[in-house]
């Protein structure tokens, strides 16, 4: 089954995890406070494992 799950970095106090049930309404929440700009999404997991290999061939 699929988790929703974020991450909330913040300059001082790390990186936050959280899911909820509907995500959707609590990013529309967050864009009061945080600015959309800074809102990035999350690589999937190909992405990852493409960006990891891209590093080891670098060395």
Do not use: C, Q
């Amino acid at each position: 089954k699929w988790i929703p799950r974020y991450a909330i970095k913040t300059k001082r106090n790390g990186t936050y995890t959280f899911s909820s049930k509907d995500p959707k309404r609590v990013f529309r929440a967050m864009r009061e406070y945080v600015d959309p700009n800074h809102m990035v999404k999350s690589l999937g997991f190909f992405d990852v494992i493409k960006r990891g290999v891209k590093s080891k061939v670098k060395k």
